[in-house]
């Protein structure tokens, strides 16, 4: 049975930009996505299709594919996003996430998301809650 793996931002500009310096990495781990169901945080999509990805046709279609996909599921970042906000705004911890980084955690820490690993090329904002919770790190280290 296929596992559920949240793919970051990072991923997603890797993978389509040859210009990237985790491109490499990020075609490699492409190649097995197509044995999990791959789930997307709506503000990983909101953070990836900027002004620059949105103006090049071929990244777009790209993409599209995955969105298409019957084994892909958009995680709504409404449970998520309010606590975010007051999160960056004023942190309680001396950690400083952005809030796409901080709703990606959320959804990691949250017992009603099952979730198996996380593909991020931004490791360390994510293994502590990642180890915390027995899901696997997929970074540039595996991808090789």
Known sequence: MPKN???DTGFWIALFNERDQHHA???RIECSLEHFNLVIPWPTL???INTRFAKRAKWRQGLKVYL?????LKIDDAPY???AIEEVITPLSKRYFSAVDFIIRSILEDPNVKTDALITFNEADFSD???GNGIE???RQQAR
């Open 137 to 139: 790190l997929v970074s």
């Open 46 to 48: 909101y953070e990836t």
């Open 5 to 7: 793996i949240i793919a």
């Open 68 to 72: 298409d996909k019957s084994n892909t």
């Open 129 to 131: 809650v990642c180890y």
């Open 25 to 27: 990495d990020a075609l």
């Open 81 to 83: 996003k309010d606590r």
